[in-house]
């Protein structure tokens, strides 16, 4: 995280808890004016929940706002992350393909039944693995050819925080699993340092959109298998300080996911894996790389706002690439890759 312009700013102080410990239940000063740019009163600070109770519905929900997005409907969070994507196949060594990079805008809209709308923008772009330098083209050494490099851009990805579990996404209505309905209890526990720890998994296997029929070299096969794991890390004074409307905090995200499209690689055997860190840019966007901005800001200024009202549908990265691509040309004979057909020797250097 050496090249993020982060603030050395302290966390908040635990002035100010009083009676609001005592009940649970605070309302935290607007702190900001309205981000909507919306005329009249800016919107007030819902009341949340502060006290801890790890099987309390209502507070698992306000509490993962506040570490998600940030309570005040007034304020936008900048959420920054950063790490490596794997190739993995059978018989060889797991492969470092490029770094990603990437961000996120988001703002929360309390409703009337004491849900949250979470309204988000995201971006990640990916960097040469040797330099570090943002790229547009890849060479893909399981092809042997130059591919063009398509960055993660979803505009929105919205969804609701409520005290019920959420349903997993349903990516365009791909996905249509519909689990039981239960409490939000989330997977916390007891830190080092006076900390708390916060996982978050989700397992999904759906139609995927790119059919194999028509996306030859794009297509994964007929279903996508997905897994992202996330594990969080906050002070405990944070979450009980009644005027933190956004928890601050560090985290690891992990996704298993099919080839990427762009990478042409077609029903070929394997996987990919995103291994990344991530926590909240302080300073907002003026706390991102500044070639990481210039490069979203080149897509369109909207990239460094959350958006201002709901709207969707929110799709995936696959999903999206398919309203903003043709099938690649499939050249005579062409065939996936294939991985080696006994174990290779690992190589040093990770590579």
Not at 117 to 131: G, N, P, Q
Not at 132 to 161: Q, S
Not at 190 to 209: A, H, K, V
Not at 300 to 311: I, R
Request: glycine residues 8%.
């Amino acid at each position: 995280m050496d090249d993020m312009k982060f603030s050395r700013r302290q966390s908040l102080g635990m002035a100010g808890l009083g009676a609001g410990l005592a009940s649970g239940l605070v309302a935290a000063p607007s702190l900001a004016q309205a981000a909507t740019g919306a005329k009249g009163p800016s919107p007030k600070t819902p009341a949340f929940k502060t006290k801890i109770d790890f099987k309390d519905p209502e507070w698992n929900r306000d509490t993962y706002v506040r570490i998600d997005a940030d309570i005040d409907p007034t304020k936008e969070k900048v959420g920054w992350l950063k790490g490596k994507v794997y190739g993995v196949r059978p018989n060889e060594p797991v492969r470092q393909l490029f770094i990603n990079e990437g961000f996120s805008v988001v703002r929360s809209v309390r409703q009337e039944d004491g849900s949250y709308r979470r309204l988000l923008r995201e971006i990640v772009f990916y960097r040469d693995i040797e330099t570090g330098k943002l790229i547009d083209k890849w060479y893909n050494p399981y092809t042997d050819e130059t591919v063009d490099v398509v960055p993660i851009a979803n505009d929105p990805f919205n969804f609701t925080i409520s005290q019920w579990a959420p349903e997993p996404p349903s990516y365009g209505g791909l996905n249509k699993d519909k689990p039981p309905r239960k409490p939000f209890l989330m997977e916390w526990e007891e830190g080092p340092n006076d900390t708390l720890i916060l996982r978050s998994d989700i397992d999904m296997m759906y139609p995927n959109g790119l059919t194999p029929d028509k996306w030859v070299r794009e297509s994964s096969g007929a279903f996508n298998r997905v897994s992202e794991h996330f594990i969080y890390t906050v002070n405990r004074k944070d979450v009980l300080n009644p005027n933190v409307t956004h928890i601050q905090h560090v985290g690891a995200w992990s996704r298993v996911t099919p080839w990427l499209p762009w990478m042409l690689m077609g029903q070929a055997e394997g996987h990919i894996n995103y291994f990344n860190n991530f926590t909240t840019a302080e300073d907002g966007i003026a706390g991102l790389p500044d070639d990481l901005v210039a490069a979203a800001r080149n897509m369109g200024e909207k990239w460094l706002h959350a958006p201002e009202s709901d709207y969707g549908p929110s799709l995936s990265s696959i999903e999206n690439y398919i309203h903003d691509h043709e099938p690649a040309p499939v050249p005579e004979g062409w065939e996936p890759p294939k991985a080696p057909a006994a174990p290779q020797p690992l190589q040093r250097g990770g590579q």
